[in-house]
């Protein structure tokens, strides 16, 4: 359990994020694409060539939209009144909201903020919002909302109801139901031995996804893959099989992180249709267990979907 003394509540809910910047090319969108799977299986994919390569003389690639979730300030470690061990951390949900298509390159400044604080006993759980903007023109691009799971921090409250504070509707990140009936539509695609690796490129460097000896100290056999990354994976298979390959049409996009994923096995995305809404599951093949679900909210399907 945390200091209590040192969790303040209070302290976390009055601080002031700085804003911050990102830059991107376009060749750090392509490593992007690479690193979530695109044109691995076939580097001719007409859906997907897009994204890596100025396909038939278009001027610039395409942008996933998970790309978005990039641009989020993750850095809790200088966060006021917060005190837990960054080995407990986990990222337990991301919502992403899309404004508009990405620029191929661009400068992005972002806006952060608290969008909630619970105490749950044994975890606290954190929720920092980001909002972000084209540098140059200053149009909101998206939204991200990530929670965390801080394990060991809970326990703070200073009264007999548990803490709770939230600043946003919680009808847009609430929990699917993953329907009992037969999945819409399935796909398979396999990641790589070194997926890990090239989705690292992306700036995530944490020595989880890398170092074998870190891997085994947090409990795995082998360095694990990013939960991003099979995000990444899970919305190119949505883009793939309902959209008719075009990553425009997407207009939500909101994730449950539910188990690990080692690099090299193989991830099968289940959809079902409730509208203009993609109720996904990403299982692993070979251990049969669930990794990931969650919802896309497109702005129209296609009529041959």
């Not at 969108?29 to 997907?48: I, K, Q, T």
């Not at 005190?83 to 990405?102: A, T």
């Not at 599951?281 to 049969?288: G, S």
Request: proline share 6%; hydrophobic share 40%.
């Amino acid at each position: 359990m945390a200091d209590t003394a040192e969790f303040d509540p209070d302290l976390i809910r009055s601080y002031k994020f700085p804003e911050t910047t990102y830059t991107y090319t376009e060749r750090d969108v392509v490593l992007y694409a690479l690193g979530v799977g695109a044109c691995a299986r076939d580097a001719l994919d007409v859906d997907e060539l897009k994204y890596v390569y100025h396909e038939g003389g278009q001027q610039f690639v395409q942008v996933l939209p998970t790309f978005a979730a990039l641009f989020s300030n993750g850095n809790l470690i200088n966060l006021p009144g917060l005190q837990f061990d960054p080995r407990l951390l986990l990222h337990g949900q991301q919502y992403i909201e899309l404004h508009k298509p990405f620029p191929s390159s661009a400068c992005i400044y972002n806006k952060v903020s608290l969008a909630g604080l619970h105490d749950k006993g044994k975890a606290a759980i954190l929720e920092i919002e980001t909002k972000s903007y084209e540098k140059e023109s200053g149009e909101l691009l998206c939204m991200n909302r990530i929670t965390f799971f801080l394990r060991g921090a809970g326990g703070f409250s200073k009264s007999s109801e548990p803490y709770s504070y939230s600043n946003y509707s919680t009808d847009k990140v609430s929990a699917v139901k993953i329907p009992e009936s037969q999945p819409f539509m399935v796909f398979e695609d396999c990641t790589q031995p070194s997926q890990a690796l090239l989705y690292r490129l992306a700036g995530d460097y944490n020595p989880l996804h890398s170092d074998p000896i870190v891997a085994k100290i947090a409990g795995f056999s082998r360095p694990i893959l990013h939960g991003l990354c099979a995000l990444g994976f899970a919305v190119r298979a949505i883009i793939k099989c309902l959209c008719r390959g075009d990553p425009n049409l997407v207009k939500n996009i909101s994730a449950r992180f539910l188990l690990h994923v080692y690099p090299g096995e193989t991830l099968i995305t289940e959809m079902w249709l409730e509208g203009l809404r993609v109720i996904y599951q990403v299982k692993v093949k070979e251990r049969n267990q669930a990794v990931l679900s969650g919802y896309v909210d497109v702005h129209r399907l296609p009529s041959a979907s």
